[in-house]
DNA sequence: CGGCATCTTGAGTTGGGTCAATGGTCGTGG
DNA sequence: CCACGACCATTGACCCAACTCAAGATGCCG
């Protein structure tokens, strides 16, 4: 589910950021409908990306932590096509799309990196269906934390001991199901060594 | 949910292809690891596109009809991550990655395009997020339905008077219900237009 | 006409939702 | 420093939508 991006890419990608913009914990950087001129690289944080259902419901579609580009979904239409909010103080890289669009020929490269991150970010997309599609709850929860200890890890983090910035409710949210759901599965499932308390989400795997 | 291509795009398209293939019902066009070389687009037919679990499951991440690309969660790691299969008798469009990768910068206009159809595609996969994630059996059979009225409708067929060329099992694979759940919602919700026959299956809404 | 695949329908079970109460943590202000 | 309130997480009791299992029904094709 991340999108990965390398070291020699993130380097390339420097040269195109505009502005770089520090959100407080809750702030939102852009909502559905706006219009939609950059995309965004996590420098440090946690973003969360969200569709609102007009009757209220949402449905989180991403986690982004500190590598992780996204803001993809804007670049249809021109308008961003979910809200994405800081889940904690956080630091973004703005990318200018007028930028990518007159990218100098000699970056063809890096151009080819941004097909491959559209597509990384496709492929996470369908995991997430397979998930939400044929799971079940304890399953869905196994790979979450899975999927994060991976990211965890490759970015130097311990694997096994993660800290989750997210509520339950956004847990939940995100995997397809109710907090309450959420809470007896995190009860129900971890071995010994799991920790957890509030706000400061331990949690070890 | 669907993955549209405007005329003139289409056109443009068409300098890029560089073989038509015809597949019989029921073939694949390419297996989850094998090396992507290409994208698709759908000239007739319908095709589906699936992952695989390890342990049989299988999730339907897209229905594609005449016009709609398909393909873009190879370009990643040059290797399929889903498997492509063709409902009924359809023919496709081969384009090349290579041709796209060294695209002639006067086209830079059609690079700015694929960017739009892959971010198209992300737009879906989110939408479906949603409906897998906080949406009903019934709710998500009619989305279903619409959106493929839609897409009808765009193509100039009727938008009431529907031909699904895909199994209910199908159906369900996709929306993330078993086949007796989504028979029951057939029979339930329909009004009195009304009409199924299997294999050609029609259905008015 | 028979065989096979698909679809529908029924009966019973269950995973996860709903509602409601409890308890922990943190920030604020007296 | 402690009391209060806001927010979050957990837990229990109950319920229902969707799953499972098991027949049939229907349509397709050789």
């Known amino acids: 589910m991340p999108i990965g991006t390398s070291p020699a890419l993130l380097k390339e990608l420097d040269e195109l950021v505009y502005v770089r913009r520090r959100l407080k914990s809750g702030i939102t950087l852009y909502h559905t409908g706006s219009h939609c001129h950059s995309l965004y690289v996590v420098k440090t ?8 259902h007009d009757d209220g ?18 670049i249809a239409d021109e308008a961003h ?21 007159n990218i100098n020929p000699d970056l063809l490269r890096l151009q ?66 109710k907090v309450e759901t959420v809470s007896r599965i995190f009860t129900k499932i971890p071995g010994p060594g799991a920790v957890r308390c509030t706000s400061k989400r331990y949690y070890d795997s």
Chains 1, 2 share one sequence.
């Open 57 to 74: 419901r949402t449905q989180i579609t991403g986690f982004y932590m500190a590598g992780e580009m996204f803001g993809f979904d804007g």
């Open 45 to 52: 944080g946690f973003i969360k990306t969200e569709n609102l």
């Open 81 to 101: 096509m979910c809200t994405s909010v800081a889940l904690e103080d956080s630091e973004v890289c703005i990318i200018p799309l007028e930028r990518i669009e």
């Open 112 to 177: 080819h990196h941004l097909y491959k991150l559209m597509s990384r970010e496709i492929v996470r997309d369908h995991t997430m269906m397979m998930l939400l599609g044929s799971m079940h709850g304890e399953e869905r929860l196994a790979a979450f934390m899975l999927n994060l200890s991976h990211r965890f890890h490759v970015r130097g983090y311990s694997p096994y001991h993660l800290v989750l910035r997210m509520k339950r409710e956004e847990i939940g949210s995100y995997l397809g199901m």
